[in-house]
Protein backbone atom coordinates (compact mmCIF):
# COMPACT_ATOMS: atom_id res chain seq x y z
CA UNK A 1 0.00 0.00 0.00
CA UNK A 2 3.19 2.38 1.00
CA UNK A 3 5.18 1.65 -2.48
CA UNK A 4 1.15 2.34 -4.11
CA UNK A 5 0.91 5.40 -2.20
CA UNK A 6 4.42 6.73 -3.17
CA UNK A 7 3.74 6.14 -7.09
CA UNK A 8 0.55 7.72 -7.36
CA UNK A 9 1.86 10.84 -5.64
CA UNK A 10 5.13 10.84 -7.58
CA UNK A 11 3.05 10.20 -11.44
CA UNK A 12 1.09 13.28 -9.76
CA UNK A 13 3.78 15.44 -9.16
CA UNK A 14 5.38 14.68 -12.59
CA UNK A 15 2.80 15.48 -14.19
CA UNK A 16 1.43 18.26 -12.46
CA UNK A 17 5.40 19.60 -12.97
CA UNK A 18 4.99 19.04 -17.34
CA UNK A 19 1.91 21.04 -17.79
CA UNK A 20 3.11 24.60 -15.75
CA UNK A 21 6.81 23.65 -16.95
CA UNK A 22 6.09 23.05 -20.90
CA UNK A 23 4.68 26.32 -21.60
CA UNK A 24 7.18 28.51 -20.03
CA UNK A 25 10.06 26.89 -21.62
CA UNK A 26 8.19 27.16 -25.23
CA UNK A 27 7.70 31.19 -24.51
CA UNK A 28 10.95 31.71 -23.27
CA UNK A 29 14.29 29.30 -23.39
CA UNK A 30 16.36 31.17 -21.02
CA UNK A 31 17.34 34.53 -19.96
CA UNK A 32 18.12 36.47 -23.20
CA UNK A 33 14.58 36.40 -24.58
CA UNK A 34 14.00 38.61 -21.10
CA UNK A 35 13.41 41.22 -22.83
CA UNK A 36 14.25 41.76 -26.44
CA UNK A 37 10.87 42.67 -28.43
CA UNK A 38 12.73 43.98 -30.57
CA UNK A 39 16.02 43.69 -32.43
CA UNK A 40 19.14 45.64 -30.45
CA UNK A 41 19.41 48.32 -33.65
CA UNK A 42 15.46 49.10 -33.17
CA UNK A 43 16.12 49.62 -29.23
CA UNK A 44 18.89 51.91 -29.76
CA UNK A 45 17.38 54.07 -32.07
CA UNK A 46 13.98 53.94 -29.41
CA UNK A 47 16.33 54.71 -26.68
CA UNK A 48 17.61 57.75 -28.76
CA UNK A 49 13.89 58.72 -29.02
CA UNK A 50 12.92 58.36 -26.14
CA UNK A 51 16.19 61.03 -24.68
CA UNK A 52 15.32 63.65 -27.87
CA UNK A 53 11.51 63.59 -25.87
CA UNK A 54 13.48 64.05 -22.23
CA UNK A 55 15.47 66.83 -23.99
CA UNK A 56 12.55 68.68 -25.47
CA UNK A 57 10.56 68.43 -22.36
CA UNK A 58 13.72 70.25 -20.78
CA UNK A 59 13.47 72.77 -23.16
CA UNK A 60 9.64 73.12 -23.24
CA UNK A 61 10.35 74.17 -19.10
CA UNK A 62 7.93 70.90 -18.21
CA UNK A 63 7.77 70.24 -14.40
CA UNK A 64 9.79 67.94 -12.69
CA UNK A 65 7.40 64.89 -12.65
CA UNK A 66 6.84 64.54 -16.25
CA UNK A 67 10.91 64.85 -16.90
CA UNK A 68 11.72 62.25 -14.10
CA UNK A 69 9.33 59.83 -15.66
CA UNK A 70 10.51 60.14 -19.15
CA UNK A 71 13.96 59.77 -17.86
CA UNK A 72 12.51 56.14 -15.80
CA UNK A 73 11.15 55.08 -19.11
CA UNK A 74 14.01 55.46 -20.69
CA UNK A 75 16.40 54.13 -18.59
CA UNK A 76 13.88 51.09 -18.76
CA UNK A 77 13.82 51.00 -21.98
CA UNK A 78 17.52 50.46 -22.32
CA UNK A 79 17.29 46.45 -21.38
CA UNK A 80 15.81 46.00 -24.82
CA UNK A 81 19.29 46.83 -26.07
CA UNK A 82 21.21 43.20 -25.32
CA UNK A 83 23.55 42.28 -28.37
CA UNK A 84 26.91 41.28 -26.07
CA UNK A 85 29.07 42.32 -23.24
CA UNK A 86 30.44 45.14 -24.90
CA UNK A 87 27.76 47.05 -26.44
CA UNK A 88 26.12 46.14 -22.77
CA UNK A 89 28.77 47.77 -20.69
CA UNK A 90 28.69 50.82 -22.83
CA UNK A 91 24.94 50.56 -22.38
CA UNK A 92 25.50 51.07 -19.02
CA UNK A 93 27.57 53.79 -19.18
CA UNK A 94 25.01 55.32 -21.04
CA UNK A 95 22.36 54.97 -18.69
CA UNK A 96 24.97 56.54 -15.68
CA UNK A 97 24.87 59.83 -17.79
CA UNK A 98 20.88 59.90 -17.46
CA UNK A 99 21.40 58.98 -14.11
CA UNK A 100 23.46 62.01 -13.68
CA UNK A 101 20.89 63.90 -15.87
CA UNK A 102 17.94 62.56 -13.24
CA UNK A 103 19.49 63.82 -10.45
CA UNK A 104 20.42 67.31 -11.77
CA UNK A 105 16.45 67.53 -12.25
CA UNK A 106 15.54 66.51 -8.74
CA UNK A 107 17.99 69.31 -7.55
CA UNK A 108 16.01 71.80 -10.16
CA UNK A 109 19.30 72.46 -12.71
CA UNK A 110 18.36 71.74 -16.10
CA UNK A 111 21.00 73.17 -17.84
CA UNK A 112 23.45 70.39 -16.42
CA UNK A 113 20.85 67.67 -16.92
CA UNK A 114 20.68 68.37 -20.42
CA UNK A 115 24.17 68.29 -20.46
CA UNK A 116 24.51 65.19 -19.22
CA UNK A 117 21.32 63.82 -21.64
CA UNK A 118 23.47 65.38 -25.04
CA UNK A 119 26.39 62.72 -23.22
CA UNK A 120 23.88 60.23 -23.21
CA UNK A 121 22.41 60.70 -26.60
CA UNK A 122 26.10 60.67 -27.84
CA UNK A 123 26.83 57.13 -26.10
CA UNK A 124 23.69 55.44 -27.14
CA UNK A 125 24.22 56.50 -30.77
CA UNK A 126 27.75 55.59 -30.30
CA UNK A 127 26.21 51.78 -29.82
CA UNK A 128 25.14 51.54 -32.96
CA UNK A 129 28.99 51.54 -34.36
CA UNK A 130 29.69 48.74 -31.60
CA UNK A 131 27.32 46.62 -32.78
CA UNK A 132 28.24 46.83 -36.37
CA UNK A 133 31.71 45.86 -35.43
CA UNK A 134 30.60 43.03 -33.17
CA UNK A 135 28.18 41.42 -36.03
CA UNK A 136 31.66 41.98 -38.53
CA UNK A 137 33.58 39.83 -35.48
CA UNK A 138 31.46 37.03 -35.02
CA UNK A 139 30.88 36.95 -39.15
CA UNK A 140 34.86 36.50 -39.87
CA UNK A 141 34.91 34.18 -36.34
CA UNK A 142 32.25 31.98 -38.00
CA UNK A 143 33.77 31.59 -41.43
CA UNK A 144 37.08 30.57 -39.81
CA UNK A 145 35.44 27.99 -38.02
CA UNK A 146 33.78 26.43 -41.02
CA UNK A 147 36.53 26.97 -42.95
CA UNK A 148 38.45 24.42 -40.91
CA UNK A 149 35.37 22.47 -40.72
CA UNK A 150 35.25 22.23 -44.47
CA UNK A 151 38.79 22.17 -45.26
CA UNK A 152 38.64 24.63 -47.30
CA UNK A 153 41.36 27.72 -47.61
CA UNK A 154 39.58 31.48 -47.81
CA UNK A 155 42.20 34.06 -47.39
CA UNK A 156 39.82 36.63 -46.22
CA UNK A 157 38.27 34.20 -42.81
CA UNK A 158 39.69 35.73 -39.64
CA UNK A 159 40.84 39.11 -40.48
CA UNK A 160 38.70 41.90 -38.81
CA UNK A 161 36.90 44.35 -41.19
CA UNK A 162 37.23 48.19 -40.64
CA UNK A 163 33.89 50.02 -40.97
CA UNK A 164 36.31 53.41 -41.98
CA UNK A 165 36.52 53.81 -45.66
Known amino acids: MKLLKSAVIATTMAVSLGTFS?????ICLGMACMYNRMTPLQAIMATEYSVDDVITLI????EKAPILTAIKTTL??????????????????ANGSMKKARKFVKK??????????????????????MLVLSQDDRTSQQTHFLNRILG??????????????
Open 59 to 62: DDNA
Open 22 to 26: TPSEA
Open 152 to 165: TVDEGAGKRTSNKK
Open 76 to 93: RATKEINANDKVDRNRMR
Open 108 to 129: GDLVQAKEHLLVARERYNGLRD
